[in-house]
């Protein structure tokens, strides 16, 4: 006889590039950016989610965040309507309303007034600290010189009160009646706080996963099936938060 064993596997694009930066006027100049390309096709997809429809991220057992906490996503609304981003019970939740990114850790909000655009993606990070809420989004510019540079909307506020362990789900795009109409790619959550330095560095590139409390890493780039996989882990273990499709249609977008 003999064990059949089915499941799922994805490559990972990622790789390591070693060398150094010349300067034609012989100085040094901070936070180069070094872009590089591949002529290879890398698998890349996110999900789009209707006014009707989220993602599912089960909790077998109560999970304690009331050391930190935060989460990222890539987004692209469908419009500058009220939106839930995310949401956890008793915890934590991310919406858009009028106009703001409120996100409350417990009862505790922290508002950031942002106009979303609807031609490209944005990337938000929601922090707890255990005392503090933060809210926080980087965008790309060039300036007069050509120069890419980071510009950083952030809001902060004091958030006393300690949050409660449980098993409650995570919902992406969900909150009560409350849904997202758009495109959510590039899902992590951290059972810590992240660093605005950390933020910065990691926002705009691939992580493989086995990083320092990283709780949920959701890439959804499968492109097919109605499950999106979790490549979070410790050591060898997965973490294996996969989040399943919920309500109506959720589509693939490449």
Do not use: C
Request: hydrophobic share 35%.
């Amino acid at each position: 006889g003999y064990t059949q064993i089915a499941g799922i596997g994805f490559r990972t694009p990622l790789a390591t590039v070693t060398g150094r930066v010349s300067f034609s006027g012989g100085n040094g100049v901070k936070n180069v950016v070094i872009t590089a390309s591949t002529e290879d096709r890398v698998p890349s997809a996110s999900l789009h989610l209707s006014s009707s429809s989220w993602i599912e991220i089960p909790q077998s057992s109560a999970i304690n965040f009331s050391g930190g906490f935060t989460f990222q996503a890539w987004l692209k609304f469908a419009s500058t309507a009220d939106a839930a981003i995310f949401s956890k019970a008793g915890n934590f939740e991310l919406n858009y309303t009028s106009q703001k990114f409120v996100f409350k850790a417990g009862t505790q909000p922290v508002e950031l007034p942002f106009v979303v655009p609807t031609d490209r993606f944005i990337h938000v990070s929601a922090i707890y600290t255990g005392d503090s809420v933060m809210l926080l989004i980087p965008e790309k510019k060039s300036n007069a010189q050509g120069q890419t540079t980071d510009t950083v909307y952030l809001a902060k506020a004091a958030a006393p009160n300690a949050i409660t362990a449980n098993n409650n789900p995570f919902y992406l795009g969900n909150n009560g009646t409350t849904y997202f109409n758009g495109n959510i790619d590039e899902v992590r959550i951290w059972k810590k706080a992240l660093e605005k330095s950390q933020i910065l560095t990691d926002y705009n590139r691939y992580l493989v996963g086995k990083e320092n409390g990283f709780f949920v890493y959701l890439r959804m780039n499968e492109g097919f099936g109605t499950k999106v996989y979790d490549i979070s882990r410790s050591g060898m273990a997965y973490n294996e938060n996969h989040g399943d499709f919920k309500g109506g249609s959720v589509t693939w977008s490449t």
